[in-house]
C-alpha cells in the first residue's frame, strides 16, 4: 500500500439502554424498541474519532462509515458527517434481519470487501448486545490482524499504526501493519461535536431509499450535490452468500429469556436477631445477587 | 445528555418570531452565497432550519463540556506565565470544544468563513454559554470585536483578520486605562506612526482588560499628540503574534473567575489603524459598546436562567416540616418572580437584537450599493429603536441577573451561602454585569434621551396597537394606564427641570425604569397571546410586578419637589 486512503468506521445504531425506564422491556421480554431512543452506538463514537484523527493526520485519507440496519439507521450515518465523516454506506435488507454476531460480521465483511478500506475501525463492543465479537469476527474473515481495546492512536504511517491498548491491569503499545481491524474501547478519546459548516452542509443527505420517498424539490436539490448521496448496499450489491445472512446465518439460539422487570418496592426492615439476616442473606443469594 | 437549546423552549420560541423572515432577507441578500458556500442556505425556511441546528450544537456544548467545568475554571482561574495569560484548563478545554463545533465567527459573513447568522442568533449562543459558565462567556462573546472590525476596516485588513476570528481565535477591546474608566475621553494610550516600518507604534499601559491576552486586540489609543478629549482617539488592531504587550498581572475578583481581566504594558507594540484618524471613541467604541452591551444582556439573561432552575431544582428536593419546601407559598412567590424576570429579560434581549440585526443589515448593505428610500426609512427606524432598547435591554438583564442570582441563594437558605452549590458562584458572577460595558447609572444617561425624545413612549403606542387575546386584555388596559402615568410623570419632570436645572438627572433612573417595566410588561403579553400556554401567568406575574414598581416610581416624583435637588447636591 502507497498510503491509506481510505478509512472505515463500522457503527451500529442502537437502543439506548444507558437509562432505561419502566418500559425498556416487552411484557415478551424482548427490548421495547419504540420506547427507547436510537442512538449512535457510545463506543462507534470513539471509534470514528479516532478515526477522525487518523485522517488529520494523514491529511489525504477519507472517512466513511458503515452501518448494517433498517432505513432510519443512515440517522447515524449522517452523525457520522455532522462530526466530520465524509460519507457512508447503509446495508440494508430484509436478508439481514435476524443477524447474531456471526452473520453480521459476514454482511460486513461482504461489503468491506467490496469497500476495499486500508483501514477498518469500530467500537470495542455495542450497548445493546455487549457481545464485542463482531469487530474481531469480521477481522478473521478478512484475514486481516486486528488491535482490540485500543485507547490511543500514537502514530500512522502507510504501512503500519502505533496503538496504545487499554488492558485490565494496564496499558500496552502494539504497532499492527496495515490494512488493519482496530476496535476502540470508551475510554479513547471522546468524539469530537458536530460542525456548525458540516452540519449546515450535510443536512440533506440521504440514502438511496430515503431519497425515494423525498419531494421532487429535495429529490433535485439532492441529485445536484454528490456529497448528499449516502450509499445504500442491498444484500445483493455485496454478492453474499444467501445462506450465512439473517436468521439463516445465524447459529446462536436462544435457549431461554428471563424477563426480570424492575419494580421499585416497599423497604424492607429487619430486625438485628440473627435469624432475620441470615434469611435476607438466603433470599439474595437464591437471587443471584449475591454468590 | 444536557442540551441548553432544545430544554429551553423560550429560546425556541424567540427564534421563531415574524421579524426572523426580514432579517434573514437582509442578511442572505437573495440567498446569493447558495451558489457558492456548499453550508449557505436556499430560503428562508432552511436558514431557519440551519439556525435551529447550529443553536443545538451550542445547547449540546454549553450542556456537555461548559458546565461541567465552570466549577473546575472558578476554583482554578488563570495564571500569569511569562508575562502572558494561561487559562484555567476548563477554558482551554472549552474553547476547544466550541472550535471543534466550528463556532468562531458566528455573524461574519462567509468570505470570511463566517456561518452570516444574525446578531439574534449569536445573542443565544451568548445566552447559552453564560448560562453555563457565565465568565466564560466574556471570553468567547468577544468574538463580536470582529463585528467592527467588519463594519469600519478596510478589506485588506478584514481579510487578514477575520477568518482568524472564525478559525477560533480570541478577541479583546481594550479601552479603559487607571484613568480613563466611564470616561474614555481621557485614554492617555499612545500611538504614534512609525514611518520606517510603515506601522503605528503603541505605548502605555491598559487595565482592566477582559481576556486582554486575546489574539486580536481592538485597541482605543491617542494618536493625535497634544490632545487630551475623545477627538484626539483613534482605534487601532493589536495582533498577539506581532508581540510588544505584556500582561503585568491578572486582577482578583469577586466572580468571573475564569475570565482574565488584565493590566496591560504596550511597548512599541506594532499596530493597524481601524477606519478613520480621530474617530476611535466617537464613532467606533460607540458602536462596539451597544455589541457589547447587548452582550452583556444576553449573559445576564443566562445567568438568571441558570440560577432560577438551580433555585427550582432544589425547592422541589429539599423537604423541611414534611414537604418540598416549593409547597410553601412564599417560596412559591419568589419563584414565580423570578421566572417572569428571566422571560421578560429574555424578551427585551430578543426584541432588541432583532431591531439591531435590521439596522446593522441595512447598514452592511448600504455599503454595497444606495438603499431606496424605503430602506433609509427602515434601517433609520430600527437604529433609533435598537439605539434607545439597547441601554434598557442591559440595565434590565443585569439587575435582574443580580435579584434573581439574590433569591436563588435565599431558596437554599444556609446551604446556599456554603461554597457546596452553585448559586454563590452565579451570585458572584452577576455582580459584575451591572457595572461593566457602562454601569447601570450609564445606561440611564444612554436611555434618558429616549424618553425625551420620545423613542420610548411612540413603541409603546406600536405596542398597543397589536393585536391581544381575550386573556390578555384587562393587562393590556392596565399598561394604557401606566402609559398614561408615565406620559404624565414625564411632562412633571421637564416642566420643572426647565425652571430647576438637575431635576430631570435626578429622576432620570426612575424615569428610565417606567419606560422599561412598561415595554417588558408588553412585550410579555405578546407572548402571552401568542403561547397562552406557556406565557399567560408569567405574563400576569411580571405585570402586577411591573404596575407596583411604576406606582413606587411615579408616587416618588409626584411627591418629589424642585428643591429635592439641592437636597440630594
Not at chain 1, 455495542?126 to 474481531?136: E, N
Not at chain 1, 443536512?203 to 429529490?219: I, N, Q
Not at chain 2, 475621553?185 to 503603541?202: F, N, S, Y
Not at chain 2, 477627538?231 to 469577586?254: A, F, P, Q, T
Request: charged share 25%; glycine share 6%; proline share 3%.
Amino acid at each position: 500500500m502507497e498510503k491509506v486512503t481510505k478509512i472505515v468506521v463500522m457503527a451500529k445504531q442502537v437502543p439506548d439502554t444507558r437509562n432505561v425506564g419502566k418500559d425498556a422491556m416487552t411484557p415478551e421480554g424482548t427490548v421495547n424498541r419504540a420506547a427507547l431512543a436510537a442512538i449512535f452506538n457510545p463506543e462507534d463514537l470513539n471509534a470514528l474519532e479516532m478515526a477522525l484523527q487518523m485522517k488529520d493526520r494523514i491529511g489525504t485519507a477519507t472517512v466513511h462509515v458503515l452501518t448494517m440496519g433498517p432505513q432510519r439507521a443512515a440517522d447515524v450515518i449522517r452523525e457520522a458527517m455532522f462530526r466530520g465523516a465524509d460519507g457512508g454506506y447503509l446495508l440494508s435488507g430484509r436478508e439481514f434481519a435476524g443477524s447474531d454476531t456471526l452473520a453480521t460480521s459476514y454482511a460486513l465483511a461482504c461489503a468491506l470487501r467490496k469497500i476495499n478500506p486500508d483501514i477498518i475501525v469500530a467500537g470495542r463492543q455495542a450497548i445493546d448486545g455487549d457481545t464485542a465479537q463482531v469487530g474481531p469476527q469480521v477481522a478473521e474473515k478478512l484475514a486481516l490482524p486486528q488491535v482490540t481495546y485500543a485507547e490511543e492512536l500514537l502514530d500512522i504511517n502507510s504501512t503500519q499504526i502505533t496503538i496504545k491498548r487499554r488492558l485490565e491491569r494496564g496499558t500496552e503499545v502494539v504497532i499492527s501493519p496495515l490494512p488493519a481491524v482496530i476496535t476502540v474501547n470508551s475510554s479513547a478519546k471522546e468524539c469530537r461535536p458536530r460542525n456548525a459548516k458540516r452540519v449546515m452542509k450535510f443536512k440533506y443527505a440521504l440514502a438511496t431509499s430515503e431519497l425515494a420517498t423525498a419531494d421532487d424539490k429535495r429529490k433535485a436539490f439532492i441529485d445536484e450535490r454528490d456529497y448528499l448521496h449516502i450509499v445504500e448496499f442491498s444484500a445483493a450489491d455485496v454478492n453474499p452468500d444467501p445462506e450465512q445472512l439473517g436468521l439463516s446465518g445465524s447459529p446462536t439460539k436462544v435457549k431461554k429469556i428471563e424477563n426480570v422487570v424492575f419494580q421499585a418496592k416497599e423497604a424492607k426492615t429487619l430486625s438485628a436477631e440473627d435469624a432475620d439476616i441470615e434469611a435476607l442473606m438466603q433470599e439474595l443469594i437464591a437471587s443471584h445477587t449475591l454468590g | 445528555m444536557a442540551n441548553f437549546y432544545t430544554d429551553n423552549k423560550d429560546l425556541q420560541y424567540h427564534l421563531s418570531h415574524p421579524l426572523m423572515k426580514r432579517i434573514i432577507e437582509l442578511k442572505e441578500r437573495n440567498f446569493a452565497d447558495a451558489a457558492e458556500y456548499d453550508y449557505a442556505p436556499q430560503d428562508v425556511e432552511d436558514a431557519l432550519d440551519s439556525y435551529h441546528r447550529v443553536l443545538e450544537i451550542v445547547g449540546d456544548v454549553c450542556g456537555e463540556v461548559l458546565a461541567p467545568n465552570a466549577e473546575g475554571v472558578d476554583h482554578e482561574g488563570p495564571r500569569v506565565v511569562n508575562d502572558h495569560v494561561e487559562y484555567a484548563s476548563g477554558t482551554v478545554r472549552n474553547l476547544e470544544a466550541l472550535n471543534a463545533a466550528g463556532l468562531g465567527g458566528m455573524t461574519l459573513p462567509r468570505r470570511f468563513d463566517g456561518l452570516n447568522m444574525p446578531v439574534t442568533c449569536f445573542a443565544m449562543a451568548n445566552e447559552m454559554v453564560a448560562r453555563a459558565d457565565a465568565g466564560f462567556e466574556n471570553i468567547w462573546g468577544l468574538q463580536d470585536c470582529a463585528e467592527t472590525i467588519n463594519e469600519f476596516a478596510t478589506e485588506e485588513i478584514k481579510a487578514k483578520f477575520l477568518p482568524r476570528v472564525s478559525a477560533g481565535e480570541t478577541c479583546a477591546m481594550d479601552l479603559t486605562e487607571p484613568d480613563a474608566g466611564s470616561d474614555l475621553g481621557a485614554v492617555m494610550l499612545k500611538a504614534t506612526w512609525d514611518e520606517a516600518a510603515g506601522v503605528w507604534r503603541l505605548n502605555g499601559c491598559k487595565r482592566f482588560i477582559t481576556n486582554g491576552d486575546g489574539d486580536i486586540s481592538l485597541v482605543l489609543a491617542r494618536t493625535e499628540e497634544g490632545t487630551k478629549d475623545a477627538r484626539g482617539l483613534s482605534m487601532l488592531i493589536y495582533d498577539k503574534r506581532d508581540g510588544g504587550v505584556k500582561v503585568r498581572r491578572i486582577e482578583n475578583k469577586l466572580g468571573i473567575k475564569g475570565s482574565p481581566t488584565c493590566e496591560l504594558v504596550f511597548n512599541n507594540a506594532p499596530a493597524v489603524l481601524v477606519g478613520d484618524r480621530k474617530m476611535g471613541l466617537i464613532k467606533y467604541v460607540m458602536s462596539l459598546m451597544n455589541a457589547a452591551r447587548l452582550g452583556i444582556a444576553a449573559q445576564s439573561t443566562g445567568l438568571c436562567e441558570a440560577a432560577y432552575r438551580e433555585a427550582l431544582k432544589y425547592a422541589a428536593e429539599r423537604e423541611q416540616f414534611g414537604k418540598a419546601i416549593n409547597e410553601f407559598a412564599a417560596v412559591r412567590e419568589m419563584l414565580k418572580n423570578m421566572e417572569a424576570k428571566t422571560l421578560a429579560s429574555r424578551a427585551m434581549l430578543y426584541e432588541t437584537a432583532r431591531f439591531v440585526d435590521i439596522y446593522k443589515q441595512l447598514t452592511h448593505i448600504s455599503h454595497d450599493r444606495s438603499l431606496d428610500p424605503e430602506e433609509r426609512s427602515e434601517m433609520k427606524f430600527y437604529n433609533r429603536l435598537a439605539d434607545g432598547f439597547t441601554p434598557l435591554a442591559k440595565m434590565f438583564a443585569s439587575e435582574y441577573a443580580n435579584e434573581v442570582a439574590y433569591d436563588s441563594i435565599q431558596i437554599h437558605g444556609g446551604s446556599g451561602y456554603m461554597k457546596d452549590y452553585a448559586c454563590e458562584r452565579l451570585y458572584r458572577d452577576a455582580r459584575i454585569m451591572n457595572i461593566y460595558e457602562g454601569t447601570t447609572q450609564l445606561q440611564v444617561v444612554a436611555a434618558i434621551n429616549h424618553v425625551t425624545k420620545g423613542t420610548y413612549l411612540e413603541q409603546m403606542a406600536r405596542y398597543e396597537q397589536e393585536p391581544r387575546s381575550e386573556a390578555t386584555k384587562a393587562m393590556a388596559e392596565k399598561l394604557v394606564e401606566l402609559r398614561k402615568v408615565y406620559e404624565q410623570v414625564v411632562e412633571r419632570v421637564e416642566t420643572i427641570d426647565k425652571e430647576t436645572a438637575g431635576y430631570k438627572e435626578l429622576h432620570s433612573r426612575r424615569l428610565v425604569e417606567i419606560a422599561g417595566y412598561i415595554i417588558l410588561s408588553h412585550l410579555m403579553l405578546r407572548q402571552a397571546t401568542e403561547v397562552e400556554a406557556d406565557y399567560l401567568n408569567p405574563a400576569k406575574i411580571f405585570v402586577k410586578y411591573a404596575a407596583k414598581k411604576v406606582a413606587e416610581a411615579a408616587s416618588y416624583i409626584n411627591s418629589s419637589e424642585a428643591s429635592d435637588v439641592e437636597l440630594f447636591g
